[in-house]
């Protein structure tokens, strides 16, 4: 039965429903091999334990009814403890769930457990968990990309059939690449953020990981709903995210750009640009047209991405003080306000998150907000104005998802600069709030998966799905199991 | 050297909403620290991944306001992160209105010793309040969260005001405005309505603005005008010495009558504004425009009064000046029947069918309230335009007229059915009335001897044995003509 767990979520209901395996006992199954394989990976903060969270299985109309998912620890539940990965929520039990896990819950999903993720989604490797690094099922001396990391190494793991992440500057398309698994942006606002717990709430976006993009949908038919909640929220109430993306039409002989400033050898490695000419030839075999685009102002989109996300962390994070919850509550009284203060956040704080704090507590005081703060925000606006501008002439557009495949643990810890660059091709899409899609797109010669991105026009998630579906059934590269956990699987005792 | 005030006000009132601003909690002004916390959410305790969401009702109270202060109403406003570190905040920041005010200017009168005054406002914006503090002998504190997330509009003026009696009476008049236009609760003692003065002195004839200090906590409406005066002598005094006022915060020492310091600041804090990515900007859409209209025009105050009708925006500078120029009402009379906006309406009402605008007055004031202290009650115009008539005729004396109003008031039967369940209609005969004073005649030697020795006065006296006996029912002028004649005078 075990090599049920290499199943796409539909290939898995379509086992519900011919009765050939039950959901409960597959979910155990799950757990058995999640906890067999998770002292190499370490994906979890918090596993699941037997009998924790049945969900109620009796709605069988949920989109991806009885599927174990999980979800990144940046996400609330009322049935596990949610830590962001940051000392300051150790233990923290939260009095509702996010929107997206409660509709996952409704629609009878079980859950695997809270997934590690750099501590509050800031970083790109998950080595910036306050916790332990999580390592890439690829390569165990690699890390899988962050701050989704533990997202995308339990679904690339067999851990999980899908994952719910979260993706600010990349942080579900990027580990999707490094994992060799397909990390789906929606449109901001198209997924609720509430219960995301804000790191940058104007670029904050919930995100999916799954083995394919029919999955994709089928979890964008789940949480892809609008919310009195959020004010923000601004997502169709009844789109059929399977039906477009399975609308060949609204793809069909669609012109795909292809940003020549990210196809920078300067910028990009070898092994990458090969696999996005090969990704080209590809959409090129599927009847699409590619047209080389020029993006103005590339080297201003790390910048600006590097103000405005500390500057709104460091507003989100001042909530953190211990009076109400989390660590240092309840306060010891024999202290001063300002001994508090310091007696909870400084050791309740990580290196990088402190630094984005006071780097954003800079870019926003007085005499620094108009040089720094609002210029980036004006640049911002521009890199959303060139965007919209480039989808006049193309339907789509191309970029790798990272510069580089998955790097080693350790390597760019010390060097928070070197690390932000991972982040050049998929900040775009959120400085500009489009949804953007990274995909499996081969290996590189030493093994490594390599991921291709499209980004489409803001709401045209539904055409997106339906062009990297088209690109899917083309390319050949879809999810395989890593052979790291192909070999644990065949030694995996039911 | 001559010295002047200048002042300027800023006043946060609670919005009077049923729900927080940006979550769904019931406002609930609890006293008690163990009614403490009971009515909050993971929203307004700041709790992760929470989000706020605009509570419209308090942004159609919000202009309503700013109808009547005739301000620009933003048909676009923004909200904005506010940040300071303390306790009482639960996101580490509030959520206000920045740069973007949704109203801004107007202008309200106010009366200052009858004399009618305007004061220009800057802005009125929409925040949140924070939690309430409750300071313990340990030197701890107790944080109580049910106030935290409370709607809130700050109003602040533009520094026009010359001395603190002008600062309190327009603290007064906005109070009644709010009050009357059901935007606010306006209680100062239940702190919904906290006033925070700035103040400022300069050499009468100069139009410069000197460093100011602002005073803060302050409960009553004489407190503010206390800590004004004090506030201004402490200045003149400095500036006489050549000494320089301090940029700073006060707060009031009832016991030495005096300001004293809170803090000194040395800068301006650093509050590190943005714009709230988490709420859209604030679109009013010409449909919120016609709702906080509609409410607006509802709160008016209608008067019938020489047949007109008088529509009077809501607020009681203006009522006021109306009624002292057209009606015998004394100011403090004045001042009660604007605070009972009830026997107000009985009294206007009563007037148009009367006509006896003093006479009405004086059963509204007198009896009317009194009695509606202890029971609803049952008067309505009718009633008292019939009693001030059956006065008028003489068809009743005064204690009559009060027994009458008082069934009226129980039982809301009208003032002729009163009077006759009352047998106040029954008239003394004629010859019943000859016969009575004779008897009273006979009966009283002593008083009869007086007369006779030219105390003319104590025939009174038999006219009150005259009234006793007829039960009032005698008319006592004719009483007092019938004794005469028969006693020969
Ligand atoms: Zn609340």
Redesign the pocket.
Known sequence: MKELLTLTAHELMAKFAAGEVAPEEFYALQMRFARHIEPKVRSFLTLAEDGVSPPDVAARDGALWGVPVSIKDLLTTTDFPTTAGSRILEGYAPPYDATAVKLLRDAGNYFTGKTNLDEFGMGSSTENSAYFPTHNPWDLARVPGGSSGGSAASVAALQSVVSLGTDTGGSVRQPAGFCGVVGFLPTYGYVSRNGLIAFASSLDHVGMLARDVTDIALMMNTVGRPDKLDATSQAPADADYLAEMNDRESVAGCTVGVINQMMDPKLVSQDVLVACEVAIRVLENAGCGVKRVDLAGVERLLPCYYILCPAEASSNLARYDGIRYGAGFPADISRTLQQHYRAVRSPGFGEEVRRRILLGTYVLSAGYAEAYYNQARRVRHAITEGIAEMFEGVDFLLLPTSPTTAFGLGERIDDPVKMYAADICTVTANLASTPAISLPGGLSPDGMPIGIQFIAPQKHDGRLLALARLYEEHAGTGYSVPPLVAEELAGFEE | MEYEAVIALEIHAHLKTAR?QY???PVVNTRELADANRY??P???GHPGVLPVLNRESVILAMMLGIRLHADIARHSIFARKHYFYPDLPKGYQITQYQTPLVEGGELEFLVDGEMRTAQLERAHLEEDTAKIFYQDDGSILLDYNRA?VPLLEIVTKPVFRSAAEAVAYAEELRQVLRKLGVSDANMEEGSFRCEPNISVRPVGSDELRTKCEIKNLNSFAVIRKSLDAEIARQIALYEDDGEVQHCTLRWDEEHARTVPMRIKETQADYRYFDEPDLPPLVLTDDDFAEARRRYESAMFTLEWDGKEHRFAPGTARLTRFFLDNTELRESEVAVLLEDEDALRLLFASNEISGAFRECANWVLMEYRPRRAEAEGNITPQHIADIVALRADAKLNSTQAKEVFALCFERGISASDAVSELGFDQVVSESDLQEICAQVIADNDKIIADIRKGKEQAVRALLGQVMKLTRGKAKPDEALAELKRQLGM
Do not use: F
């Open positions: 927080k979550c769904d909690c909050v959410c929203v307004c305790l997330g």
